[in-house]
């Protein structure tokens, strides 16, 4: 989740703070995604990024499935 705040710019009092309902919602279960990989591993090493996004991708980066 801080990553992802990181790097969309939002990693501040300021933009936490505007961080509406919804847009934590999405954020919250790529979080819980990225902690349980760092439990899985020796010396709870996060993963890197790109190797995060292997998981799923962030929700800064997410693109909505095509409907068909």
Do not use: K, W
Not at 43 to 49: D, H, I, T
């Amino acid at each position: 989740m801080l990553a992802d705040l990181h790097h969309t710019n939002r990693l501040s009092r300021e933009g936490v703070d505007h961080l509406g309902a919804g847009e934590r919602a999405r954020l919250l279960p790529y979080a819980v995604e990225i902690a349980a990989d760092t439990c899985t591993r020796a010396g709870a090493q996060p993963p890197y990024r790109r190797e995060a996004c292997r998981f799923r991708r962030s929700p800064s980066h997410r693109r909505e499935p095509d409907r068909a």
